[in-house]
């Protein structure tokens, strides 16, 4: 569910202007609302496109979304709880209302856990107990190995993929369908397109990653070569993925064509950043990652071959 998290953080870096406190706000910014958008959104495509010739239970999408809202809200706030003394070393998170001190600690926790624990046992009972466990996994991934992995390792980045894709497989599950090809090829898509997504956003805050002990695979890539390399090779991996539903037969010319192209794309304004390490070129890079996303999806909606 990171994917969210750090997009929100680059947006909320290049605004303008401190605005009042309140609770309401301080509790909305601690479950990140707005950030985890994302999330429902890809879960509701999964739910969507599982559907297909099966038909659609309104009230099922319902719970599903419902019961992912709340986990992933839940999750943000043992985030928050885990990462205050880093979010107070940097400027963009400094306001949040654990590390500027408006927010006890022990709410936050009764937050996380209440919410966390309303998800999983929601979509236990309302949806299927599939769709709870991946909603488990995603947490405990997300909150007690990605999050203390920042710390130590690079490879932080890969590990937070993880949780940014299961929730299509939530929706999938959620709309009865068995895993098979199909939702594993929604996991792989989002799972590759989170990793240019992150490098950008990293790379035009690597000063602050690095200052506050954060270790990415930015950091000391002062040129941008690494960094603008790197989500190049995962692009073009992204593009090399999306062609496998012409082999498999479950999406159809739209998006063999369509689907690859984007992730070119990507991949030639990650080159065009490797090249002149300008911030205008990875903030085109890290845009284009926000592009790629609904623009996929949408393809993907009208591409899907129906399966009964």
């Known amino acids: 569910m990171d994917a969210a998290n750090q997009t929100g953080d680059h947006a909320k870096a290049e605004s303008s202007g401190p605005k009042p406190h309140n609770f309401r706000r301080d509790l909305v910014v601690l479950m990140k609302v707005r950030l985890n958008i994302f999330v429902l959104i890809t879960t509701f495509f999964g739910f969507i496109l599982a559907s297909r010739g099966m038909g659609f239970d309104w009230m099922k999408l319902l719970h599903t979304l419902l019961g992912t809202a709340a986990a992933a809200f839940g999750s943000a706030a043992f985030n928050q709880l885990m990462e205050v003394d880093l979010d107070a070393r940097m400027k963009r998170t400094a306001d949040r209302p654990l590390p500027a001190r408006r927010m006890d600690p022990l709410a936050a926790f009764g937050v996380g856990w209440i919410l966390s624990a309303i998800g999983i046992i929601h979509l236990a009972v309302k949806v299927g107990h599939l769709a709870a466990y991946f909603t488990a996994a995603t947490i405990a991934i997300y909150v007690f190995v990605y999050t203390p992995l920042k710390r130590v390792h690079s490879s932080n980045t890969l590990v937070g993929a993880i ?63 690494k960094s603008g390399l790197l989500s190049a090779m995962f692009a073009i991996s992204l593009a090399a993925f999306s062609i496998i539903p012409a082999f498999v037969g479950f999406a159809n010319i739209i998006w063999t064509v369509g689907g690859p192209l984007l992730a070119l ?44």
């Open 163 to 225: 949780p940014g894709a299961i929730p299509p497989l939530i929706g999938w599950v959620g709309a009865g369908r068995g895993l098979g090809w199909e939702a594993w090829f929604l996991f792989g898509v989002l799972f590759l397109w989170q990793l240019p997504h992150f490098i950008a956003i990293n790379w035009l805050h690597r000063a602050e990653y690095e200052a506050a002990g954060y270790k990415m695979w930015s950091n000391g890539d002062l040129s941008g070569k």
């Open 265 to 308: 794309i990507m991949a030639a304004l990650a080159f065009g950043f490797a090249n002149d390490g300008q911030r205008s070129s990875a903030r085109r890079l890290f845009f284009s990652t926000l592009l790629y996303l609904p623009l996929a999806l949408t393809l993907l909606a009208i591409a899907w071959k129906t399966r009964a």
